[in-house]
């Protein structure tokens, strides 16, 4: 019997950006991320978003990798991932920036307090509103190129109690929650002074 031999044909492995964990999450999260079908050894090259490099990562001798970054400020939304081999070529994925009000200073005090906030992830250059308790738009501000804004505004007389502050963003839609402490306060005593049977007149 004659021997028919054999026939050869190819196959190309293309490299992929596979695994994103988690998938969305605020400024300073920490991102997990897996790859596979880059060439061994070879230096990868991690964008995200607006940064370029923000890690690298060298893959091991089965074409595959897992790495770590964190975050940073950028802009809410949808927001590209790309693992960069010079050899075997690119794959891309996706993490979704979300908003949050990660900042109250002071985070308790007397009606009169003069409250500083920050938030990140917002839309760039976005009109944010500022609600404090039953008090609607107590103050607004603009986000800059990176989605980020500080403002303050002053404790407007509400009741005793953790009262909740929300940032919304007026283009985006996102909302950020944190919280601020209203303590009581006998802010006037009137007069100051005064004998026995005087009338005093107290506010609080």
């Known amino acids: 019997d004659s021997v028919a031999g054999e026939a050869i044909n190819y196959f190309k492995i293309l490299p992929e950006l596979w695994s994103v964990t988690p998938t969305a999450g605020t400024v300073g999260k920490i991102v997990t991320l897996r790859g596979t079908g ?3 050894g070879e230096l990868i090259t991690i964008h995200f978003g607006t940064t370029k490099t923000i890690t690298t ?3 091991d001798m089965q074409g595959s990798f897992t790495t770590t970054f964190t975050v940073d400020t950028q802009s809410y939304g949808s927001t590209t991932i790309i693992a960069v081999d010079p050899v075997a070529g690119e794959a891309i994925n996706y993490f979704k920036i979300i908003v949050e009000l990660y900042s109250v200073t002071p985070t308790q005090g007397t009606v009169g307090t003069i409250v500083t906030i ?3 992830g917002y839309k760039a250059n976005e009109e944010i509103r500022i609600d404090f308790g039953v008090k ?3 103050t607004t ?3 800059d190129g990176t989605g980020s804004w500080t403002v303050t505004f002053t404790v407007d007389t509400q009741s005793y109690g953790w009262t909740t502050i929300k940032s919304k963003g007026l283009t985006s839609q996102g ?3 944190n919280y601020f402490k209203i303590l009581p306060e006998l802010w006037s005593v009137t007069p100051t002074e005064g004998t026995v049977g005087k009338i005093v007149t107290l506010r609080g």
């Open 141 to 143: 501000t603009l986000a």
């Open 118 to 120: 920050k938030g990140t």
């Open 38 to 40: 880059y060439k061994a």
């Open 57 to 59: 990562i060298s893959v």
């Open 175 to 177: 909302e950020g929650i």
């Open 136 to 138: 609607s738009s107590i």
